[in-house]
């Protein structure tokens, strides 16, 4: 997978930080014939004599100079970055290395073409249907037509989509089947040479999440009031009725949990109580449509107060 977002790390020199490398532009990678500019900022300005930083790359396929220097005064300098022609989609490592100090970043490398990816959504339950994006690195002057298939008939999408000239992106329709679990599906898109992926977790719906009280491990003390959430994996249209259970009776939960229609999840609230002789392993288990999640909780014996002397 291309990392998204800015691309940074940090150089520690004698007297400043460097902070390595941003790209500059919508995307934080480099094609062969499509030039990227790289940006060093400094944490202040650099000395008259300037600020020189070693560049290399790890692959001959990505080329960045071999120093690049920030002038007097100045906190940015400016670098080009170029590819050579690769079969692959892969991030290539920069190594910047000033005043004996380094440190280390990654560049996203792709092949020629203009795929930049598929928007994966969230869960995709049985029986929907969802929009999903396509998306080009550049627009274009004319229409692009990007041929789309799946790595399951239970999931289907359209032969094709096509990209409106002078646009980035299209959107298109998933179609889910019915599944009897969890699965995750392939969709793959080709332009010409270059193919780009994504996966889809699709499957009935049911519990995916159990929260209850803490999440360090430390448990609860006996008489305490917990507050729970249960999560599906994906919204229910007409709501949902989780069934709760508790196998011991130091820690009780409703037996029931309603999730409105359209809602991911619920909330619930339990209670701990009696006086167990020793820490206590409590399971609570959450189901509906057939599948459950558990959650184990500690209830711990309250404190016996000191006697007073």
């Not at 080709?190 to 159990?210: C, H, M, Q, W």
């Amino acid at each position: 997978m291309i990392r998204r977002g800015p691309v940074t790390f940090t150089v520690a020199t004698a007297n400043l930080c460097v902070s390595l490398l941003q790209v500059k532009g919508p995307h934080q990678y480099v094609r062969p014939g499509r030039p990227a500019t790289g940006v060093i900022t400094l944490s202040g300005p650099a000395p008259r004599s300037g600020t020189s930083v070693a560049l290399t790359s790890e692959t001959p396929d990505l080329v960045v100079p071999a120093t690049v220097t920030v002038p007097n005064g100045a906190t940015t300098a400016s670098f080009p970055i170029t590819a050579k022609p690769q079969a692959e989609r892969t991030e290539v490592r920069i190594t910047a290395t000033a005043d004996g100090g380094g440190a280390e970043g990654w560049v996203g490398l792709l092949p020629e073409g203009n795929l930049d990816g598929l928007t994966a959504g969230s869960f995709l339950v049985n029986d929907t249907s969802a929009q999903q994006r396509l998306t080009l690195s550049y627009a274009q002057a004319t229409d692009t037509v990007v041929a789309l298939s799946s790595s399951d008939p239970g999931l289907t999408v359209p032969a094709t989509v096509t990209v409106p000239a002078r646009h980035t992106s299209v959107p298109f329709t998933i179609a889910v089947g019915t599944f009897t679990q969890l699965k995750v599906i392939v969709v793959t898109a080709t332009l010409t040479k270059e193919r780009v992926s994504a996966g889809y977790l699709t499957g009935p719906n049911g519990p995916r999440s159990l929260s209850l009280g803490t999440t360090d491990g430390s448990g609860v003390t006996a008489g305490d009031e917990l507050q729970g959430r249960v999560e599906l994996y994906g919204v229910a249209p007409a709501g949902a009725m989780i069934s709760l259970t508790s196998d011991d009776p130091h820690l009780t939960v409703p037996s029931t949990v309603q999730i409105g229609p359209g809602q991911p999840s619920a909330a619930f609230q339990a209670r701990t109580s009696g006086t167990p002789a020793a820490d206590t392993t409590v399971t609570i288990t959450a189901s509906w449509h057939d599948h459950s999640i558990d959650r184990q909780i500690i209830v711990n014996p309250p404190e016996i107060p000191d006697a007073e002397q």
